[in-house]
């Protein structure tokens, strides 16, 4: 068990920037999720701290020392790969014994060890089979199994349940914390699937471009996203974007868009008063959305019209898919599944006016920073 530090790390493939000035510290015992789109430098990061990247500058630490030029093999750490890397010739309880027969542990012990560990990952039955006779899931319990006899220092996931299908991820996800909540160890994992950072990590770093864009806990990074590329990325289906501007007018804050405009709550004045007069990006999220109808209590909405362009039934919720007019872009709610509308039906849909976002474009254009 250990922490680890990531001091202005900094990793080059010729001119390409992988990984850009990454700093962060991982605590003993926790759940670090790095996540972000492909190319966004997070499988990177994590072969660097593995030891089979080697770091251009900055420092990578475990447990408080410096592994930059540490052997991969002396770094005692454990990684399971998207692939499950297993020997197709070995039985399962061979594959997982393989890592400590090369460290010449003693036989009783890796027995011991690979027992303790089939029946964590509830595999003890499979031990004498072979790859070929097992399915994908149990495949990467196997190779979950092979790190965990190691008894490492820290673990590392690099998009383990990439290759399972809808329904096993989301058991294998539950079955990865669950192992770490019995384990104790520090996990870092690798995901471009918000929804595995969102459900597994106690904190998820969000990259983009290889630089570090935020780090906090998955509500945190829902709630208060720190820029509109975070708030894009957390949260599915994914927060809607309006281009607009702050205006006063007659004694109150508004939030003007292109086709619409809302009045902005009191108890808000104060935090975007300053932006009059500026062009924004005002952010809300799908499930902000409401059908005035069917509204929760408690919340401040301000009404607007919008034409129904596509229906999606959940079953316990309906998406929208909805424009303010027909020269707008799409946005989506997710309202209550007793709404009955159809496509092309005009509707008033409800904004809850307490968790909206407002983004100020003014210092980055590509990427606005959120207005607090």
């Given amino acids: 068990m250990a922490n680890v530090i990531f001091d202005h790390v900094v990793k080059k493939f010729n001119d390409v920037v992988a990984v850009n000035d990454l700093s962060f510290v991982l605590d003993d015992k926790e759940f670090l999720v790095l996540v972000g789109p492909s190319g966004c430098g997070k499988t990177t990061a994590l072969r660097c701290l593995a030891g089979l990247e080697e770091v251009t500058s900055g420092e990578i630490k475990i447990d408080g020392k410096v592994v930059n030029d ?3 093999k002396d770094r005692d750490i454990a990684m399971v790969f998207q692939s499950y890397a297993l020997y197709p010739h070995m039985t399962v309880f061979d594959n997982m014994a393989f890592g400590l027969k090369l460290r010449k542990v003693p036989k009783d012990e890796i027995k011991r060890k690979v027992e303790e560990a089939a029946k964590v990952l509830n595999i003890e039955t499979l031990l004498k089979r072979k790859p070929k006779e097992l399915s994908g899931g149990q495949r990467q319990r196997v190779a979950v199994g092979r790190a965990i006899v190691r008894e490492p220092k820290v673990f590392l996931f690099d998009e383990p349940l990439s290759n399972l299908d809808a ?24 995901t471009h699937d918000q929804m595995e950072a969102m459900t597994m990590g106690t904190r998820i770093a969000v990259l983009n ?39 006063k007018k007659d004694g109150k804050v508004m939030l003007k868009a292109e086709s619409f405009e809302v009045e902005i709550p009191k108890e808000k004045i104060k935090v975007y008063e300053h932006l009059a007069g500026k062009k924004i990006i005002f952010g809300i999220r799908p499930e902000d959305v409401h059908n005035p109808e069917y509204l929760p209590a408690r919340i401040k909405p301000a009404i607007i019209k919008s034409i129904v362009d596509v229906t999606e039934l959940m079953g316990n919720e309906i998406f929208l898919h909805l424009k303010p007019s027909e020269k707008d872009a799409v ?19 409800a904004f809850n006016m307490e968790n909206i976002h407002v983004f100020d474009p003014s210092k980055d254009a590509e990427n606005p920073v959120a207005v607090r």
């Fill in 70 to 72: 540490v052997p991969p």
């Fill in 167 to 190: 329904k096993l991820r989301v058991q294998m996800r539950t079955e990865i914390t669950k192992l770490h909540q019995r384990l104790q160890t520090t996990f870092i994992y690798v």
């Fill in 209 to 247: 471009h290889g630089i570090l864009q935020q780090i906090d806990t998955p509500q945190m990074l829902y709630d208060k996203p720190n820029n509109l590329f975070v708030a894009g990325f957390i949260g599915s289906p994914s927060m809607n974007f309006f281009n607009g501007k702050i205006e």
């Fill in 331 to 349: 946005y989506v709610a997710r309202v209550d599944p007793r709404t009955r509308v159809k496509v092309g039906d005009v509707i008033e849909v």
